[in-house]
């Protein structure tokens, strides 16, 4: 037994990796590299301009699994700006010896650039996950407006982001389509959208708070996401707006400019009059992200007056999902940049992504593992997005049955879909595991369950499904 912390705290400086060492950027100046213009112009899209950036240090069998992945598993299509491209293997030249491995093995590629083998033989995706695992589009108000908890909503303006993480909740919608995945599109035109947003927020006093969400925020030509705050700024009902924009760390160059930060401080003064918070949200999920020029970029925001930058990272299996990174994430954040940590979510329920997902268990340790070491408002909570419900912190579950991997959740609030619902409150709502992590009991229960539902037998499935519950109920009662 040793009687060490289990982990020690180093204040770390943040450190730009140097992207001469990427073959295709040997040339680029420290000028073109910090506009937010040349790194729109040199995102990688496919496996040919990776190869170009990357040389012939990297072996072909990885381009080779990463097109096998495009192909037959992805959700996303590939568009990585330089920024991020240049956190994978920081440090390494790509034709060092042991180059290829480090990438297969670096975290930022792994959700970025997610290969084929990366993936689950046995389980690629869990028998119920959907498109829209959480079901945003069934809550939608106005189109791309969901309405899920009593206050507050989610104003999903574009669905363009300037980065396309292999893992995205908004995978239906998000991006473009992949052979896997035919995107849905807004029917809508843009203005006419955001007219019918702004009517229902104007009609619907009980409503304060708006995720100005997509997509990426990144992605609107400035002055039309000014326009559409402003509005949000004159209706008397709305005291928070939260900008979502992994661009932050994606892009930093984006939030960098002058334009942009004038604007932003235009919205922060008018906000700061009217007693409205004004906060960004961003989505970092490994320290190696956290570079000088993250952290610039979230000063500057914070220079302009907004009220707070806050980080809400995905848990993925191989990237962060070990006390240590959550932590070393949480103080580059904090001290190194500015940035709040917030929220971990799980990994939600989407095709494909069961090499990412761990188990609410797991959650609920790493939770455990972290708590003590960063002040008390910086320490994330690791969150269930539950359909249907809505963000649970990892230990408010209400059973859970570790057999089948099903864990059971209530809600304290109706969603935009129950409002004559009378026992919407009462219910118990259900959450899976990754089923590779169940015992090989719980793994056969879950075969013979896609067995009754591929012959159709939708009814035994559910009423085997009802069972696992009602004994899981009845176990929890007699502890
Ligand atoms: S930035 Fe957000 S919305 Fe865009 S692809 Fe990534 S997770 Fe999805």
Same mark, same amino acid.
């Given at each position: 037994?040793?009687?060490?912390?289990?982990?020690?705290?180093?204040?770390?400086?943040?450190?730009?990796?140097?992207?001469?060492?990427?073959?295709?950027?040997?040339?680029?100046?420290?000028?073109?590299?910090?506009?937010?213009?040349?790194?729109?112009?040199?995102?990688?899209?496919?496996?040919?301009?990776? =190869?170009?950036?990357?040389?012939?240090?990297?072996?072909?069998?990885?381009?080779?699994?990463?097109?096998?992945?495009?192909?037959?598993?992805?959700?996303?299509?590939?568009?990585?700006?330089?920024?991020?491209?240049?956190?994978?293997? *920081?440090?390494?030249?790509?034709?060092?010896?042991?180059?290829?491995?480090?990438?297969?093995?670096? *975290?930022?590629?792994?959700?970025?650039?997610?290969?084929?083998?990366?993936?689950?033989?046995?389980?690629?995706?869990?028998?119920?996950?959907?498109?829209?695992?959480?079901?945003?589009?069934?809550?939608?108000?106005?189109?791309?407006?969901?309405?899920?908890?009593?206050?507050?909503?989610?104003?999903? %303006?574009?669905?363009?982001? *300037?980065?396309?993480?292999?893992?995205?909740?908004?995978?239906?919608?998000?991006?473009?389509?992949?052979?896997?995945?035919?995107?849905?599109?807004?029917?809508?035109?843009?203005?006419?959208?955001?007219?019918?947003?702004?009517?229902?927020?104007?009609?619907?006093?009980?409503?304060?708070?708006?995720?100005?969400?997509?997509?990426?925020?990144?992605?609107?030509?400035?002055?039309?996401?000014?326009?559409?705050?402003?509005?949000?700024?004159?209706?008397?009902?709305? =005291?928070?707006?939260?900008?979502?924009?992994?661009?932050?760390?994606?892009?930093?160059?984006?939030?960098?400019?002058?334009?942009?930060?004038?604007?932003?401080?235009?919205?922060?003064?008018?906000?700061?009059?009217?007693?409205?918070?004004?906060?960004?949200?961003?989505?970092?999920?490994?320290?190696?992200?956290?570079?000088?020029?993250?952290? @610039?970029?979230?000063?500057?925001?914070?220079?302009?007056?907004?009220?707070?930058?806050?980080?809400?990272?995905?848990?993925?299996?191989?990237?962060?999902?070990?006390?240590?990174?959550?932590?070393?994430?949480?103080?580059?954040?904090?001290?190194?940049?500015?940035?709040?940590?917030?929220?971990?979510?799980?990994?939600?329920?989407? *095709?494909?992504?069961?090499?990412?997902?761990?188990?609410?268990?797991?959650?609920?340790?790493?939770?455990?593992?972290?708590?003590?070491?960063?002040?008390?408002?910086?320490?994330?909570?690791?969150?269930?997005?539950?359909?249907?419900?809505?963000?649970?912190?990892?230990?408010?579950?209400?059973?859970?049955?570790?057999?089948?991997?099903?864990?059971?959740?209530? @809600?304290?609030?109706?969603?935009?879909?129950?409002?004559?619902?009378?026992?919407? %409150?009462?219910?118990?709502?259900?959450?899976?595991?990754?089923?590779?992590?169940?015992?090989?009991?719980?793994?056969?229960?879950?075969?013979?369950?896609?067995?009754?539902?591929?012959?159709?037998?939708?009814?035994?499935?559910?009423?085997?499904? =009802?069972?696992?519950?009602?004994?899981?109920?009845?176990?929890?009662?007699?502890?």
């Amino acid at each position: 037994m040793s009687t060490e912390q289990p982990y020690s705290y180093r204040g770390r400086e943040l450190v730009e990796p140097d992207w001469t060492r990427l073959p295709g950027w040997r040339d680029v100046s420290a000028t073109d590299w910090e506009s937010a213009q040349w790194q729109r112009a040199h995102c990688v899209k496919n496996v040919r301009q990776l =190869r170009d950036v990357l040389g012939d240090g990297i072996a072909e069998r990885f381009f080779a699994d990463l097109e096998r992945d495009q192909a037959e598993r992805a959700t996303m299509s590939m568009l990585m700006p330089p920024q991020m491209v240049n956190t994978m293997i *920081p440090g390494v030249a790509p034709d060092e010896p042991g180059a290829t491995k480090a990438l297969y093995d670096d *975290p930022v590629r792994r959700y970025m650039l997610p290969v084929f083998s990366d993936r689950r033989g046995d389980w690629p995706s869990h028998p119920y996950a959907t498109r829209d695992s959480l079901h945003e589009h069934d809550m939608w108000v106005a189109e791309g407006l969901t309405h899920r908890y009593p206050t507050k909503v989610l104003a999903e %303006l574009l669905s363009t982001c *300037p980065q396309y993480c292999g893992h995205c909740t908004r995978m239906d919608l998000v991006g473009n389509s992949t052979p896997q995945v035919v995107k849905l599109r807004f029917g809508a035109k843009p203005a006419d959208r955001y007219e019918q947003m702004i009517d229902y927020l104007k009609r619907t006093p009980g409503v304060r708070d708006v995720v100005v969400s997509g997509g990426d925020v990144a992605n609107m030509p400035f002055k039309n996401l000014e326009a559409f705050v402003d509005r949000l700024l004159e209706i008397d009902n709305i =005291r928070d707006v939260r900008l979502a924009t992994k661009a932050l760390m994606g892009l930093p160059q984006h939030w960098l400019q002058d334009d942009v930060r004038a604007g932003m401080e235009r919205l922060a003064t008018t906000a700061r009059a009217r007693g409205v918070q004004i906060a960004i949200h961003t989505h970092v999920n490994h320290a190696n992200s956290v570079t000088p020029l993250v952290a @610039k970029a979230a000063r500057a925001m914070l220079d302009t007056g907004i009220r707070d930058v806050r980080n809400q990272g995905v848990l993925m299996q191989g990237v962060n999902a070990d006390a240590h990174e959550l932590l070393d994430l949480c103080f580059a954040l904090t001290d190194g940049a500015g940035i709040l940590p917030y929220y971990f979510y799980m990994c939600d329920m989407i *095709p494909f992504s069961e090499h990412w997902r761990v188990s609410v268990d797991t959650a609920q340790r790493l939770q455990h593992a972290i708590m003590g070491y960063l002040p008390g408002f910086a320490t994330p909570r690791i969150v269930c997005d539950v359909p249907f419900v809505g963000k649970r912190w990892v230990h408010q579950l209400a059973d859970y049955d570790h057999e089948h991997g099903i864990s059971y959740w209530t @809600k304290n609030y109706r969603t935009s879909l129950e409002g004559d619902d009378l026992d919407a %409150l009462q219910r118990t709502y259900a959450y899976y595991d990754p089923l590779h992590t169940l015992p090989s009991t719980g793994q056969d229960w879950w075969r013979q369950q896609v067995g009754a539902e591929a012959a159709g037998d939708h009814a035994a499935a559910e009423q085997a499904a =009802r069972s696992s519950r009602e004994a899981a109920h009845a176990q929890a009662a007699g502890a």
